[in-house]
């Protein structure tokens, strides 16, 4: 059965206390469908013109009512699936929702699968599949900068670079083949010269793309932030500070945290994942031991670290554990941000002392380590430490300020096919260099266009499509 073989039915709004809910019709018999449900107003529904709003009532089994509505009629095509439909605004009692429900399916609707109305949309031709998978992208963003990547993604801005790659491919693709029909002559009609120039200068906007996925990653998932440092230095007392909120246990047992607790908290318009560890010790405690290695793993793979250092101990220890810390960063793709924590237990002379040294640390490290004085218990520094964050990720995320100027890469599919893409198009490029048959040339530069086909749906199976589009919720 296709999918635009029959009409489907759901809530397109979440269930839950609010003034209204919102559901669904889309398919062949969606205005016929609401007729047979819904009674009043003048004339019918399916004679209805497009982009009209009618007001009409709903009735209980025993006929009495069950609640006034407005339906918003849509003609194909021009409607979000490309087929009719009509939108239902009722009340947002579960009862009214669930009552209409059953009626429309029992006039012969079908309950819709998650991703349905999506789905029907790409395959109307509405829109491509990386504008398709956007649609979740825009309705899971929980930040501007997460919002106007996901809506810079839905009008195409993805699909019209691939486009263009693609069609460079396929005209370099088409003379290769022209060549294969005429093999027999020894005839060719791509110049090896053009096809290197165009070859690189693809496989270099490809491999743009593909760098530009840590940043997205990081847009669309939060930027990674692991909060490490020693046992008792007050790590978790830190991310509750950041969070407002108990999120984390407190102790003052060293070893409390055994496990990574993860939040997420939008700063300036960015989307940050705090990551509290375990506490960073030697220790013969197997379950803490395990939470010690996730540590490292969390810290090896976070784009900020925040080290955390208790204030009181001397200087000397307190720079030992700086520059333990230091020694774990990568400072070629992190960014350390060193954290004097307990500062109001310590005299000023003493703190400013600290601070000189660790200072040192931040030259050695060409300037890729800040360091910061707090009380995460006292709530001081707090709100310094936040301005320091969104200021490493205002500069970062400068180029996507405006969405519409700038390409960047958040799904793991899309990252996935364009290394693949570039990948065969490396194996052309060896291939060119080292004169190779014409038959396994046009094999590698197929395959470069397949992937590319691939990100936009030009080139897909049903199995992915119900693997995307299962992930999105009923009703969308």
Known sequence: MRFTDDTIVAPATVPGTGAISVLRLSGP?????????????????????????????????????????????????????????????????????????????????????????????????????????????????????????????????????????????????????LELDFSEEDVEFADRSRLRKILDEVREKIDRLRRSFRTGNAIRNGVPVAIVGAANSGKSTLLNALLCDERALVSPVAGTTRDTVEETLSLGGTLFRFIDTAGLRETSDEVESMGISRTLSRLSSADVVFGVIDASPPTEEILKAAEGLAAR?????????????????????????????????????????????ISAKEGLGIEQLENRLCELYGQRFASVSDASDSVIVTNARHYNALCSASEALSRLRSGLDSGAATELLAQDLREAIGYLGEITGEITTDEVLGEIFGRFCIGK
């Open 29 to 177: 018999g969606a205005l016929s469908i609401a007729d047979a449900v819904l009674a009043g107003g003048a004339g019918q529904l399916k004679d209805a013109p497009g982009y009209t709003v009618h007001f009409r009532t709903a009735h209980c089994a025993d006929g009495g009512l069950l609640d006034e509505v407005l339906c918003s009629v849509f003609r194909a095509p021009h409607s979000y699936t490309g087929e009719d439909c009509v939108e239902i605004s009722c009340h947002a009692s579960a009862y009214i929702v669930q009552e209409l429900l059953c009626q429309l399916i029992a006039a012969g609707a079908r309950s819709a699968a998650p991703g349905e109305f999506t789905r029907r949309a790409f395959l109307n031709g509405k829109m491509d599949l990386s504008q398709a998978e956007a649609v979740a992208d825009l309705i899971a963003s929980s930040s501007a900068l997460a919002h106007r990547t996901a809506v810079s993604q839905l009008k195409g801005g993805i699909s019209s670079r691939l486009s263009e790659m693609r069609a460079s491919l396929v005209d370099l693709a088409a003379l290769m083949e």
């Open 329 to 373: 960063v990568r400072f070629d793709s992190q960014v350390l941000v060193l954290l004097l924590n307990k500062c109001d237990l310590v005299p000023d002379s003493v703190l400013n002392k600290s601070v000189c040294e660790l200072n040192k640390i931040v030259l050695f490290a060409d300037n890729k380590v800040s360091v910061l004085t």
